[in-house]
């Protein structure tokens, strides 16, 4: 089974830090573009920051100069650093894969599109 397991969220004041990783976990084979995104209350989920397979990044606007997406593909894991944090910062960050590649249960490289994790929140308050 493939899960998408974050972590690092919590509690923080503006013009903290925090760092957010996420890991594929299962027998994986690669991965395509990781990233994040957020949602709060009554919103549509944004794009925060994707990062290819080729460490290319893409920032939202309101996090550029402010977030750094990174990634480690040897164990599948990207990373969110996010620093100098605002009160409209505070979400739900989710992570996501375009795609992927794992063996299934009888071996077989199997693709998985448009996964996502169960979120973690970043609550920005002083």
């Known amino acids: 089974q493939v899960q998408l397991v974050e972590s690092g969220g919590g509690l923080v004041q503006p013009g903290g830090s925090l760092r957010l990783s996420c890991t594929a976990s299962?027998?994986?084979?690669?991965?395509?573009?990781m990233g994040w995104y957020r949602q709060v209350p009554g919103h549509q989920r944004a794009l925060v920051a994707t990062?290819?397979?080729?460490?290319?990044?893409n920032y939202a606007d309101s996090v550029k100069g402010r977030f750094s997406i990174s990634r480690d593909n040897a164990k599948h894991t990207v990373y969110l650093d996010m620093n100098t944090l605002k009160p409209e910062d505070t979400a739900v960050y989710y992570c996501?894969?375009?795609?992927?590649?794992?063996?299934?249960?009888?071996?077989?490289?199997?693709?998985?599109?448009?996964?996502w994790g169960k979120g973690t929140l970043v609550t920005v308050s002083s």
């Open positions: 996501y894969v375009d795609n992927l590649l794992y063996y299934a249960d009888d071996g077989r490289l199997s693709p998985l599109t448009d996964f």
């Open positions: 299962g027998r994986i084979f690669n991965t395509n573009a």
């Open positions: 990062i290819n397979g080729h460490h290319i990044p």
